[in-house]
């Protein structure tokens, strides 16, 4: 992986809740995920820019469904994850799995 194609945190956290979902994945449904599977209080703004930017990195691509009386009439923007994404999940779940590898988590005896 070099440099320019790593996931980052937050890219990480937003492939991983659109590969939880199915192909009607749309931007809220994904904000969603991320807070019910997280806990963590994230913006909707960021999790559409960072869909945009994934987008632009190759990894997801979009569609416009029809327009839906749920979404005040709008049409709304539908994501999906390409080879390239499930890749990037694969080498960044690769990544940590290694970096965890002989992890403790114990408290080190202080040398006072």
């Known amino acids: ?52 930017r994934l987008e632009k990195k190759g990894y997801v691509t979009s569609r416009v469904g029809e327009s839906a009386e749920d979404h005040g009439g709008r049409s709304k923007k539908y994501y999906t994850i390409l080879p390239a994404g499930l890749s990037a999940l694969t080498l960044s779940r690769s990544m940590y799995d290694s970096l965890w590898a002989g992890v403790s988590l114990k408290p080190r005896a202080s040398k006072s």
């Open 1 to 52: 992986m070099t440099k320019g194609d790593h996931l980052g945190e937050f890219e990480l956290v937003v492939l991983l809740a659109l590969a939880r979902l199915d192909e009607t994945a749309y931007g809220m449904s994904i904000y969603d995920e991320i807070v019910a599977t997280t806990g963590r209080d994230v913006s909707v703004p960021a999790v559409y820019v960072t869909l945009s």
